[in-house]
């Protein structure tokens, strides 16, 4: 059976920072693209992801404007696991992340439908 875990989200004030990882098990992680989700509250998962990590070997990232230069996307194959640094957090980032298996597009990334995290929430607030 294939699994997504995602770990690390909480509560944390604005400007601060919190990493976010995901463990995949039971598929070829190497071999995937991966990215992060989220879910605004009281709002549909956005179809376009926050941000995409592609396998090694094809060295690409993706980075939704509004997180570039606050969010770092990172993989180790080694241990199955991505992992979204996030700083400089804002109230607007508080959603709940999916990670998934995705697709790193030339202007975006979105899932490729194939696996899916259970999601971690994320509230940024005072």
């Known amino acids: 059976q294939s699994h997504l875990v995602e770990s690390g989200g909480g509560l944390v004030q604005p400007g601060g920072s919190l990493r976010l990882s995901c463990t995949a098990s039971?598929?070829?992680?190497?071999?995937?693209?991966m990215g992060w989700f989220r879910q605004a509250p009281g709002k549909e998962r956005e179809g376009e992801g926050v941000?995409?990590?592609?396998?090694?070997?094809?060295?690409?990232?993706y980075y939704e404007d509004s997180v570039k230069g606050r969010f770092t996307n990172t993989r180790d194959d080694a241990k199955s696991t991505v992992y979204l640094q996030m700083n400089s957090l804002k109230p607007d980032d508080t959603a709940v992340y999916y990670c998934a298996t995705a697709l790193v597009l030339h202007n975006q990334c979105v899932p490729d439908g194939k696996y899916w995290g259970q999601g971690t929430q994320v509230t940024v607030s005072s």
């Open positions: 039971g598929f070829q992680f190497v071999a995937y693209d």
């Open positions: 941000s995409c990590i592609g396998t090694t070997s094809s060295g690409r990232t």
